[in-house]
């Protein structure tokens, strides 16, 4: 199901309220109130708005100054300005301050109508290139991946950057968790703050709490000076704590405190100081499953997993695997030297079918392990033992030579070719599920998408044979 599209409305006026419903909803979208600038400014803190509708004379603020806090925060609002003190130059000042059209009051229904509707078929224009450019080059600030997983990450990413509230990552080792909250902090109101990153499980226990709150000169042997700790640091920015899960309870403790009041202390210290940053979390392991285990405290669970984000292993990523790879290879081969530019078919299907327990990481090795070993423009499967490890013991053979010996039968065996295992497990899969194809999908370890595409294509051989 799609989310309605949000409106707010600031207006102060409670007749002309009323009208906005009353004409708005014509139109399948979510209507929010702010009858004061002050209002309106935390509203926008949240998930923001598809359109604003922006009255100029408020009680408290002029609209024009809730006009640059949204083009200061990258707010991808469109903003419809109205406002019964209309002139030539209000219109142009708060044109250039971002606005995208402007009403002056009275104004007729339709024409409030007509407009908002406009506004609202741009941003869905916009969002479209946003998503077909993302289809075409697979990258999204910093990520790399074009498949229906990640364009699901895309989303998510998209949707919580401009509020302030904590996002989960989760996701297997490997599957760039700190990619993505890098791309939320960038895509945010604080990308020119700094970005922090503390990793909860390289860092000693005893050395944690002054890692996260700094420490003052004499607050333990070795403490020559006062230290700046990770939340200091992060003032003003992003605070992400990667591994999460792994951090000492009494730690916790004090975490849920920060989070609770926004003031901390530094080990040895007695001045309060006070923080003012965005938390984003990660963690490989499954949260819930920690806190019920009693090593995760409940009331952080809540405080940090407010917005989840599932960062797939790579063997779900449909397409991404080569994608990956080139990029990889044209990196490497740059950075060492190298002529190393593509694949031969045979590695392509090495690379395509290798499970890839270690995800991005994992490749990123193979093909480093690659470029450094190899000379020639063209990487073969042989180059790749790693991943047909029959390979390895026939490294005097040729790539497709020694494909085709790792893939004979035993003399007398009978063995089905791989497209017809694949498809009988599928379709015993469907069976079992009663047709349900998430759950088969489930049952098989892969993503539904794999399963939509196969029968797809049985349907479309079954067509082409009976034509």
Same mark, same amino acid.
């Given at each position: ?120 078929? !741009? ?143 530094? $080990? ?12 984003? @979390? ?14 995760? !405290? ?10 989840? @984000? ?10 991404? $695997? ?146």
């Amino acid at each position: 199901m799609t989310a309605k599209a949000r409106l707010l409305l600031v207006e102060d006026t409670p007749s002309i309220l009323r009208l906005y419903h009353e004409v708005l909803s014509k139109l399948d979208v979510e209507l929010h109130d702010a009858d004061t600038g002050a209002r309106a400014l935390a509203a926008l803190g949240d998930i923001p708005p598809e359109v604003v509708l922006l009255d100029l004379e408020l009680p408290d603020l002029n609209g024009v100054e809730i006009l640059r806090a949204i083009r200061k925060r990258g707010l991808p609002s469109a903003v419809i300005v109205v406002t019964a003190h209309g002139s030539v130059k209000t219109a142009v000042e708060a044109m250039r301050e971002g606005a995208y059209d402007f009403i002056v009051k009275p104004f007729a229904p339709d024409r409030l109508l007509v407009t908002v509707r406009n506004a609202l078929d !741009r941003r869905r224009l916009e969002r479209l290139a946003a998503a077909n450019d993302v289809i075409q080059t697979g990258r999204f600030c910093g990520l790399l991946g074009a498949s229906l997983p990640m364009r699901a990450v895309y989303n998510v990413i998209e949707s919580t950057a401009k509020s302030r509230a904590t996002v989960f990552i989760s996701g297997e080792s490997g599957t760039g968790k700190e990619l993505c909250a890098e791309a939320i902090h960038q895509l945010s109101p604080r990308r020119e703050g700094p970005f922090v990153a503390v990793n909860c499980g390289a860092i000693p226990r005893e050395l944690m709490e002054s890692e996260m709150f700094g420490h003052v000169k004499g607050a333990f042997t070795g403490a020559i000076g006062t230290r700046e700790g990770a939340i200091a640091r992060a003032r003003g920015g992003t605070l992400f704590l990667d591994e999460v899960c792994e951090m000492d309870l009494a730690l916790q403790v004090k975490l849920l405190r920060v989070l609770q009041s926004g003031e901390f202390t530094k $080990v040895g210290g007695s001045e309060v100081e006070h923080a003012d940053m965005r938390y984003l @979390c990660a963690t490989n392991r499954e949260p819930w499953a920690e806190v019920q285990a009693g090593r995760f !405290r409940e009331d952080l669970y809540y405080r940090l997993h407010v917005v989840p @984000c599932a960062m797939p292993p790579l063997r779900e990523r449909d397409g991404d $695997v080569l994608l990956l790879a080139r990029h990889f290879l044209a990196l490497y081969a740059q950075e060492e030297g190298k002529s190393c530019a593509d694949f031969e078919p045979d590695a392509i299907t090495a690379l395509t079918r290798y499970s890839w327990p270690g995800n991005i990481r994992e490749l990123q090795n193979v093909l480093r392990n690659v470029v450094l070993f190899n000379d020639g423009a063209i990487v073969g499967a042989a180059m790749l033992p790693r991943l047909v490890p029959d390979l390895a013991q026939r490294s005097g053979n040729s790539a497709p030579a020694a494909l085709r010996l790792a893939t004979e039968p035993a003399r007398g065996a009978a063995v089905k070719p791989l497209w017809q295992v694949e498809r009988q497990a599928i379709e015993e899969a469907l069976a079992l599920c009663g047709g349900n194809v998430p759950r088969a999908a489930a049952l098989l370890e892969v993503n539904p998408s794999t399963i939509y595409r196969r029968k797809a294509e049985w349907d479309k051989g079954r067509l082409a044979s009976t034509a």
